[in-house]
């Protein structure tokens, strides 16, 4: 039987923060936009984000937040769709916010107050959205034709808004990615990010027991430091100051962890000796973290529970060091299971960074996480969704 064909000006492949933007500028400027997306449900992923409240932007945008083989190439988006205009679009809908560390701009009450106002502005655009629509395929011609399940539609531009690898129904993973190859496009390597780091067998063994201890530390790879809390699993570590070192971190690296960011600890034991000599190096320590990870560090290094005034000058230096620097070697992620983000994507030097139109195929945009632009934890992915979405909605 043949289909019947249905032509928009643009066709949107993902209900997400990126798609639903994009939509709703190109409705304002009077196009004629469809949105098609295999789950049953728009923005899904923004309803889980947050943890259930959205952690819709960050006060205090900067480029430096992002991770891209081009760090410049998100800058113009951000700058004609910055947080302040996220801001302005909640004051809107009435959406309040609250100020949580780091700048991170939260909703107040749930994150579907964020999905429910999309909705509201793609209706106010017409933008005509399409949900199960079960597998797709593409090809260009003279214009761009989808077909999906049942339909298949005709359109002048094509906006890849699929988001990254993970959690997506499994039927349509990696559906972005294979677009961009499909058209010749280049596809930076992707990999989890903001991900749990996993324990090796040797330090699972030794560190496993600690779980749910968590600790405010600095946590740093490749000249990237976050201080926040890491939290220790069974699996391995967690935490945000984890999450976030976890981005830049690549399969063999070793990542330093400062577990007492706040002291100079190498003054601090020395003062105690002078002024608890008969104390245990072990309850010292237990003075400022959890003494079962005080335990596990001393042991795992040998070093011998005694008064501290035992320990000449220079080895209370060593003793600083494997707290000041403690050396965590992964054997690897949790993978997409649990990353909150993919990093990697769609080479940005194929896309225009005003339009996000690819330079190669006229009239296919990438927007969003499919692309290779990757935000710090604390609300930097979301905007990035909205911007990028925002700028290719003035072009399609
Ligand atoms: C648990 C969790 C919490 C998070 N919390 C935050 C947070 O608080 N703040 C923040 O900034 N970021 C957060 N993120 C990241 C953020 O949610 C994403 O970066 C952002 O949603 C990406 O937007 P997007 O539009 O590119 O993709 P998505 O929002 O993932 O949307 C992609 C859409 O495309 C659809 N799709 C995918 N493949 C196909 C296909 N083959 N056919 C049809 N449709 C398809 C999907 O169903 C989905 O609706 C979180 C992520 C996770 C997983």
Same mark, same amino acid.
Request: aromatic share 8%; with cysteine.
């Given at each position: 039987?043949?289909?019947?064909?249905?032509?928009?000006?643009?066709?949107?492949?993902?209900?997400?923060?990126?798609?639903?933007?994009?939509?709703?500028?190109?409705?304002?400027?009077?196009?004629?936009?469809?949105?098609?997306?295999?789950?049953?449900?728009?923005?899904?992923?923004?309803?889980? +984000?947050?943890?259930?409240?959205?952690?819709?932007?960050?006060? +205090?945008?900067?480029? $430096?937040?992002?991770?891209?083989?081009?760090?410049?190439? =998100?800058?113009?988006?951000?700058?004609?769709?910055?947080?302040?205009?996220?801001?302005?679009?909640?004051?809107?809908?009435?959406?309040?916010?609250?100020?949580?560390?780091?700048?991170?701009?939260?909703?107040?009450?749930?994150?579907?107050?964020?999905?429910?106002?999309?909705?509201?502005?793609?209706?106010?655009?017409?933008? !005509?959205?399409?949900?199960?629509?079960?597998?797709?395929?593409?090809?260009?011609?003279?214009?761009?034709?989808?077909?999906?399940? $049942?339909? +298949?539609?005709?359109?002048?531009?094509?906006?890849?808004?699929?988001?990254?690898?993970? %959690?997506?129904?499994?039927?349509?993973?990696?559906?972005?990615?294979?677009?961009?190859?499909? #058209?010749?496009?280049?596809? &930076?390597?992707?990999?989890?990010?903001? &991900?749990?780091?996993?324990?090796?067998?040797?330090?699972?063994?030794? #560190?496993?027991?600690?779980?749910?201890? !968590?600790?405010?530390?600095?946590? +740093?790879?490749?000249?990237?430091?976050?201080?926040?809390?890491?939290?220790?699993?069974?699996?391995?570590?967690?935490? =945000?100051?984890?999450?976030?070192?976890?981005?830049?971190?690549?399969?063999?690296?070793?990542?330093?962890?400062?577990?007492?960011?706040?002291?100079?600890?190498?003054?601090?034991?020395?003062?105690?000796?002078?002024?608890?000599?008969?104390?245990?190096?072990?309850?010292?320590?237990?003075?400022?973290?959890?003494?079962?990870?005080?335990?596990?560090?001393?042991?795992?290094?040998?070093? &011998?529970?005694? =008064?501290?005034?035992? %320990?000449?000058?220079?080895?209370?230096?060593?003793?600083?060091?494997?707290?000041?620097?403690?050396? #965590?070697?992964?054997?690897?992620?949790?993978?997409?299971?649990?990353?909150?983000?993919?990093?990697?994507?769609?080479?940005? $030097?194929?896309?225009?960074?005003?339009?996000?139109?690819?330079?190669?195929?006229?009239?296919?945009? %990438?927007?969003?996480?499919?692309?290779?632009?990757?935000?710090?934890?604390?609300?930097?992915?979301?905007?990035?969704?909205?911007?990028?979405?925002?700028?290719?909605?003035?072009? &399609?």
């Amino acid at each position: 039987m043949e289909l019947s064909i249905t032509h928009y000006n643009a066709i949107i492949i993902g209900a997400g923060a990126s798609g639903l933007m994009c939509a709703i500028e190109a409705g304002k400027r009077h196009k004629n936009v469809l949105i098609l997306d295999h789950a049953n449900k728009a923005g899904q992923k923004i309803l889980l +984000s947050g943890g259930g409240q959205c952690n819709v932007t960050n006060l +205090s945008l900067s480029e $430096n937040e992002f991770l891209s083989q081009n760090r410049h190439f =998100p800058i113009s988006a951000l700058k004609r769709f910055s947080q302040h205009d996220t801001i302005s679009l909640l004051q809107k809908h009435g959406i309040t916010t609250c100020e949580r560390e780091h700048g991170r701009l939260f909703c107040e009450k749930s994150a579907q107050d964020i999905v429910n106002m999309l909705l509201k502005e793609c209706k106010e655009s017409n933008v !005509a959205i399409k949900k199960s629509c079960g597998s797709l395929k593409v090809e260009k011609r003279e214009l761009f034709r989808v077909w999906s399940k $049942n339909e +298949s539609y005709t359109c002048n531009s094509l906006v890849i808004a699929t988001g990254g690898m993970s %959690f997506q129904i499994k039927s349509g993973l990696g559906f972005g990615y294979n677009i961009a190859r499909q #058209f010749n496009i280049n596809v &930076v390597r992707i990999k989890a990010g903001l &991900v749990p780091l996993t324990y090796g067998n040797d330090d699972s063994k030794i #560190f496993s027991e600690l779980s749910g201890i !968590a600790i405010d530390a600095v946590a +740093s790879s490749k000249k990237q430091y976050f201080r926040e809390n890491i939290l220790f699993t069974h699996r391995g570590l967690s935490g =945000p100051a984890i999450l976030q070192v976890s981005s830049y971190w690549e399969q063999g690296d070793t990542i330093e962890i400062d577990l007492m960011p706040n002291i100079d600890l190498c003054d601090y034991l020395k003062q105690r000796k002078l002024k608890r000599p008969k104390a245990s190096i072990i309850s010292i320590l237990a003075e400022l973290a959890p003494k079962r990870l005080v335990e596990k560090i001393c042991l795992n290094n040998l070093v &011998v529970n005694k =008064p501290i005034n035992q %320990f000449p000058d220079k080895e209370i230096i060593k003793i600083a060091g494997l707290f000041k620097n403690w050396s #965590f070697k992964p054997n690897g992620t949790e993978g997409y299971r649990t990353a909150e983000v993919t990093v990697g994507g769609v080479d940005t $030097n194929e896309l225009s960074s005003k339009t996000m139109e690819s330079k190669k195929v006229e009239g296919l945009y %990438f927007i969003g996480e499919v692309v290779d632009v990757t935000g710090n934890l604390g609300g930097y992915n979301l905007q990035w969704a909205w911007s990028s979405g925002y700028c290719a909605g003035q072009f &399609v």
